[in-house]
């Protein structure tokens, strides 16, 4: 019971990592300055739709955590199995991270640099993402809410993961921009990028995973390695 209690703490850990590590390349895309991404396109156009039906008092972070606790509730009535305490952490702290990053980086300027400059911070900011997201995943601690729709088709339809987030991410831009939702060519770069790139990472962040949790399990003072 002790191990699986720890286990447990140790998948929450390298979520968090992983949180933190995709986080940073949400904020380094933000601050490119070339689009939101297209989860944030869809938030855009939502938002646009409701304020005109008179719901002002709604704000972008508002939306975000409604349609966030949206797709949980449907999991929890469908498939409950995917809900799990790292996707209550993410919805929560992830809003906060990139708050804090934008407040680190924010010296740095990068939206004022040149359109080539931009163009790799946002490449690079894809495959941090992606990275970052893969680890999130492969925790088995649970997943960003706005991941688990690509997660959850994945699995359910035995297709490529990479594939299926190019089409969920096109579908959020799609619905986003018929709506109002603002997007430019960053947007169509994540859209491309970060589902391949999460496809090469998602093997390696499962081995990296299982390794530090075998590692840390192995020298745990339970199993007598406590020199």
């Excluded at 720890?6 to 992983?18: A, H, M, N, Y």
């Excluded at 349609?67 to 799990?84: A, K, M, N, P, Q």
């Excluded at 991270?97 to 894809?126: M, R």
């Excluded at 939702?181 to 081995?207: D, H, M, Q, Y």
């Amino acid at each position: 019971m002790k191990q699986s209690l720890k286990e447990t703490i140790l998948r929450v850990l390298i979520l968090l990592v992983g949180l933190v590590t995709a986080h940073f390349g949400v904020t380094l895309f933000l601050l490119s300055d070339l689009g939101a991404d297209p989860f944030n396109v869809l938030i855009q156009g939502l938002l646009r739709t409701l304020t005109g039906f008179g719901l002002t008092f709604l704000t972008h972070g508002i939306t975000h955590m409604a349609v966030c606790v949206l797709i949980i509730l449907i999991l929890l009535l469908t498939d409950r199995s995917y809900i799990r305490i790292g996707t209550l952490i993410c919805m929560v702290f992830g809003g906060p991270i990139i708050d804090f990053f934008s407040w680190l980086l924010s010296p740095l300027k990068i939206g004022a640099l040149p359109f080539a400059a931009k163009l790799g911070v946002l490449a690079a900011s894809c495959v941090i993402l992606a990275f970052g997201m893969t680890v999130v995943i492969k925790s088995e601690a649970g997943t960003g809410p706005n991941d688990l729709v690509a997660v959850v088709i994945s699995d359910k339809s035995k297709k490529r993961f990479g594939i299926i987030r190019i089409l969920t991410d096109f579908s959020f831009v799609l619905l986003g921009a018929l709506q109002g939702g603002i997007w430019g060519i960053g947007t169509l770069v994540c859209a491309f990028l970060v589902g391949p790139a999460a496809n090469f990472f998602l093997p390696r962040s499962e081995k990296l995973t299982a390794a530090i949790i075998s590692i840390c399990l192995k020298i745990s003072p339970e199993n007598g390695d406590h020199k």
